[in-house]
């Protein structure tokens, strides 16, 4: 069984800039969950996709936005970058139905936003 | 809103003494509730989840709905059990979210 991976796993970008991140479930999970960690701070739910098609929102702007793919991988997007998207951003994978909803993370990507 | 809540970003105990760290919770329906623990240079795992009722490296947690609580405890702290805990929140009626809290850092002291 393979385990969520996620790439790159540093990036800077500059303000303004357009970023995606990417995401690879674990073997035989449907559901992928994109979240940002700021520094000292618990992760924040940005989305989740379950079957290509976004099934749950946090409160962020439109301009973080998602794709998930036939194969289950997945990209989170975000436009328009700004300081504050500066930030660790993890993906977890799940199999709603079993395991009540349970997150298997990724290592997660750390962007750093000048 | 829903939200939770750990009141200690901080838990400093000695090997051996009893850890309770805390978790309180907003919901007004029924909650799924998860503890995640993540090690140093390790990810963000499951340590165990309310519906259990399940027992992993020692630890509890027990849902109590009249006070919102889901507090994580162990009777006898051992030093390979400092981490980062976060309390979770699972909202799968309507729209989903997941919602954690800001972590509590527990150090086991020799």
């Known amino acids: 069984e393979t385990g969520v991976t996620q790439s790159p796993t540093h990036l800077i970008k500059t303000r303004g800039q357009q970023v995606t991140l990417r995401c690879s479930s674990q073997?035989?999970?449907?559901?992928v969950s994109w979240y940002q960690q700021a520094l000292g701070q618990g992760p924040q739910f940005i989305f989740q996709?379950?079957?290509?098609?976004?099934?749950g929102r946090g409160n962020f702007p439109p301009r973080f936005s998602g794709l998930q793919f036939p194969n289950y991988s997945s990209e989170l997007n975000v436009n328009a970058l700004e300081l504050d998207d500066s930030a660790l951003y993890l993906c977890?994978?799940?199999?709603?139905?079993?395991?009540?909803?349970?997150?298997?993370f990724g290592p997660g990507t750390r962007l750093l936003v000048l | 809103a829903q939200r939770v809540t750990q009141p200690e970003k901080l838990l400093s105990v000695f090997k051996g003494a009893p850890v309770e760290l805390k978790c309180n919770y907003s919901?007004?329906?029924?909650?799924?509730l998860f503890w995640y623990v993540q090690y140093s240079r390790q990810r963000l795992q499951l340590l165990l989840r309310?519906?259990s009722r399940e027992s992993i490296k020692g630890f509890t947690a027990d849902l109590n709905k009249g006070e919102t609580s889901f507090h994580l405890k162990k009777p006898f702290a051992q030093e390979e059990d400092s981490a980062m805990y976060y309390c979770?929140?699972?909202?799968?009626?309507?729209?989903?979210?997941?919602?954690f809290g800001t972590g509590t850092r527990l150090k086991v002291l020799a």
């Open positions: 977890a994978s799940s199999q709603p139905g079993r395991q009540q909803e349970t997150q298997y």
């Open positions: 073997s035989g999970h449907n559901t």
């Open positions: 996709y379950y079957r290509e098609e976004e099934n």
């Open positions: 919901y007004s329906g029924s909650p799924e």
């Open positions: 309310h519906i």
């Open positions: 979770a929140l699972a909202l799968t009626s309507g729209t989903y979210k997941y919602i």
